[in-house]
């Protein structure tokens, strides 16, 4: 009994040895087809990537020397033991054939041809779900088409949905998942995969989240694909400010600005909710606010992120910030245009000019004056200039208020200036309360012939007024 | 029918080549042309003075401008492409790439729509029914920005190929600036703009100052800065030019030109309706229209 089942047990190992003897030499053949095809270092001297050096060899070869290597490798895939790699290889080579074929019919035979090479290295790995996603992509490609080949047939749909079963956590195989239904024109689930995608994904390339941001196209596919919740809602904003996605009509634009600012209030609320439970450490949910304060989208999520930022700073004993910053949320940011007069040294008699430069420049250098033109119905209460330096000492420098209803003769605030200054990353704030009326042109005037140069400002974002508006186009009540 | 052109500023290179080739060509001038008669709270975007007129012609420029005859009337400016489709009733131009405004911010296609909506408002564009704009991308990365203008159907089209001139009184304004500046955009120095000089500073009812905003286009332009001085009366502009305290004036007033005619250091030129007095050997520049850009000795 123990002869027979050893003799059983040789004869399984040897007809073992000779089918993947005659794998290998199905390959090895293929491989000398190359070789022999005058592109010898092609193939041996990249032997740690064969398949690579495979294809690149392939691609050189006459179109008969082509067809005796792909006949080769596919009888190296057709045997029944073959091993999936064998089928990808043909894949790859058929990929390289497709990128070089125009003709219709030749690329249809051969999709079909990968097709059914992705089916036969399926069923060798059956729990593959990225080989899944490969099948069904070229089966979505192939719509309607019929192959007469093997393992061409099936419904790509529910090969995604296992592919998805079979790896939930893969992100890769969600994008791909949700490219194919996208191609599909089924938006609504594709559009369901990204938003998980973004959500989930601890690493994504930056063409695939720019490709998943770049379908943001109005208010409702920002709902549809956007988290809200930090860093993606930040991310998303800064991509938007760029002005990629913008879509074209005035209208559209407002619904989608308005959308984006309930998606970074909730994201605010969820980092809160987050750190209250102690589930984010201060430092992380401070940074979280504090990314979100150049993209804000509109006063309403500005108010919320100040009205936030100010109960984390009394966290940290920051008190003066804090009351700051709640004064500042009761407040509604004015529209202003902004501009710059270097060496203004009859600040009481000249014109202000050169509006909306966004250039750097050095309020602390010889009589430098920085003005801006306020629009009807908006009353000033806190211009706030922002250093990109942190912690510098500006808050004894010699500023004056000036304002003129003309931009001809000015007056001087009559009250002393007493300039706040806080340190907000990334930089500092320094604050100036100016009388509490209005008046079209404002000038801070740096009062001094002294060339400092420690307060860079950028003249766009760098020069803030906050107050009241009474002006409806201005956004205010 | 269609008109094409190169960006005549396209990119930086060409306007700092032009620079230098142009710096060594005539020193930097700066002139002073006087006005008399300059209303006090002048709006020089909207009113029709030529004061008015000389500082929109510098400050500002247009999709298309006034040309002679010779060039079917009008060049491309803003626009590098002009297309007719009097088949659809409508026009469409190119924006043209690269051109900035002097605050260096890129013209965008929102720009042009508020401002040709703002002409049409003031009846500048009459007979165009719709403006609309949008972006095309002919081969990838390339954003081609074009606007439709879309014609009145019961005007003929005759009357609306006229559509070119009536652009080159329509100057392009940067939006964000112009609907915070409201009622007050082109009250002194308030406006955002792209043409040859920029508004640096004024005295109402007295004196502009404009200095050039970019590097000269042509050789013809040579000044470096204008001042525009206000005068109460002809008169007074002409002892001026006499004395020398400025270079040109402009007059219709019939006893101050007879006086200049007689004077064998003035010359006397005509700019459509108006008569400008200036001395000989500086060059009045007007073809056909006023072209402050190029006034020059």
């Known amino acids: 009994m123990l002869r027979l089942l050893f003799i059983v047990s040789a004869l399984v190992v040897v007809s073992l040895i000779i089918c993947n003897t005659l794998e290998l030499r199905a390959y090895l053949a293929y491989r000398r087809a190359l070789a022999t095809a005058q592109f010898p270092s092609a193939v041996n001297g ?38 999936q790699e064998s089928h990808l290889h043909v894949v790859s080579l058929l990929s ?16 079909c041809e990968s097709l059914s090479q992705l089916g036969q290295a399926l069923k060798k790995d059956k729990l593959n779900a990225r080989l899944m996603i490969r099948w069904a992509n070229l089966r979505q490609l192939l719509s309607d088409f019929e192959c007469e080949e093997r393992f061409t047939q099936g419904n790509y749909h529910s090969v995604v949905a296992e592919a998805l079963l079979l790896s939930p956590s893969d992100m890769q195989v969600k994008y791909a998942a949700g490219l194919i239904l996208l191609w599909a024109g089924e938006k609504t689930a594709a559009y369901q995969l990204f938003k998980e995608v973004l959500s989930l994904a601890t690493y994504l390339a930056p063409p695939q989240e720019n490709f998943i941001f770049s379908k943001v196209s109005d208010a409702e596919s920002l709902r549809a694909l956007v988290p809200a919740r930090f860093p993606q809602i930040e991310r998303f904003s800064h991509y938007l400010k760029a002005g990629s996605a913008l879509p074209a009509g005035d209208a559209e634009r407002e619904e989608l600005n308005r959308e984006l600012s309930l998606l970074q209030i909730d994201a605010i609320q969820a980092s809160s909710v987050d750190f209250e439970s102690g589930r984010l450490p201060w430092e992380v949910h401070f940074k979280h606010l504090v990314s979100l304060l150049p993209v804000v989208a509109d006063e309403r999520a500005r108010r919320e992120l100040d009205t936030e930022l100010s109960r984390l700073s009394a ?29 203004d040294t009859r600040a009481l008699k000249s014109s202000l000019a050169n509006w909306g430069l966004k250039q750097t420049i050095f309020i602390d250098e010889f009589f430098c004056s920085l003005g801006f033109y306020l629009g009807p119905g908006q009353t000033p209460r806190l211009i706030e200039l922002h250093s990109a330096k942190e912690r510098g000492t500006h808050a004894r420098l010699p500023l004056k208020i000036l304002y003129s209803d003309d931009n001809q003769k000015w007056s001087e605030a009559p009250q002393p200036l007493q300039p706040e200054q806080f340190d907000l990353p990334p930089g500092t704030i320094v604050v100036l309360r100016p009388p509490a009326e209005y008046h079209k042109y404002w000038k801070v005037h740096y009062a001094g012939a002294a060339r400092e140069r420690t307060f860079g400002l950028e003249l766009g974002s760098g020069l803030k007024v906050y107050g009241r508006s009474t002006e409806s186009r201005w956004g205010g009540k | 029918m269609s008109y094409n052109m190169r960006p005549a500023m396209g990119n930086l290179g060409i306007a700092v080549l032009l620079n230098l080739c142009f710096a060594g060509a005539s020193a930097a001038q700066s002139i002073t042309v006087g006005f008399p008669e300059w209303p006090a709270g002048m709006n020089w975007l909207d009113e029709s003075e030529i004061a008015a007129q000389f500082v929109r012609r510098a400050v500002t420029d247009t999709l298309v401008q006034a040309a002679d005859m010779s060039e079917k009337g009008f060049r491309l400016s803003l626009a590098d492409s002009l297309e007719y489709r009097p088949a659809l009733g409508s026009w469409l131009l190119r924006l043209r790439k690269g051109a900035l405004f002097w605050n260096l911010e890129p013209l965008r296609l929102e720009d042009v729509l508020f401002s040709l909506e703002r002409c049409r408002g003031q009846g500048t564009l009459k007979g165009v029914k719709t403006i609309r704009g949008h972006n095309k991308e002919p081969i990838p990365g390339l954003i081609e920005q074009w606007v439709r203008i879309e014609w009145d159907g019961s005007l003929s089209s005759e009357q609306s190929s006229a559509l070119p001139l009536m652009l080159a009184d329509c100057p392009i304004l940067e939006a964000s600036s112009a609907e915070i500046f409201g009622p007050d955009l082109g009250l002194g120095t308030n406006v955002v703009s792209l043409g040859s000089f920029r508004v640096s500073g004024f005295s109402a009812g007295r004196e502009f100052v404009l200095v050039r905003a970019g590097p000269p286009f042509s050789q013809k332009e040579a000044v470096e800065s204008i001042v525009l001085r206000g005068f109460k009366d002809s008169n007074q502009a002409l002892t001026a030019l006499r004395s020398g305290t400025v270079d040109a004036f402009f007059t219709n007033t019939f006893e101050v030109l007879e006086k200049a005619k007689k004077d064998e250091t003035l010359q006397v030129s005509r700019c459509s309706i108006y008569m400008i007095v200036h001395r000989k050997g500086f060059n009045i520049s007007c073809n056909p229209r006023l072209k402050p850009a190029e006034f020059r000795y």
């Open chain 1, 315 to 343: 966290k940290r004993g920051q008190d003066g910030l804090s009351r700051y910053l709640m004064e500042r949320s009761r407040l509604q940011e004015l529209k202003i245009i902004a501009c710059q007069s270097a060496g």
């Open chain 1, 46 to 83: 990249q032997e740690a990537r064969p398949l690579r050096a495979g294809v690149s060899a392939f691609l050189k070869l006459p179109r008969a020397q082509q067809a005796q290597a792909l006949s080769l490798a596919h009888f190296a895939g057709a045997m029944s033991w073959a091993r």
């Open chain 1, 96 to 111: 390289q054939m497709l990128e070089e074929t125009a003709d219709a019919a030749k690329r249809l035979r051969l999709y």
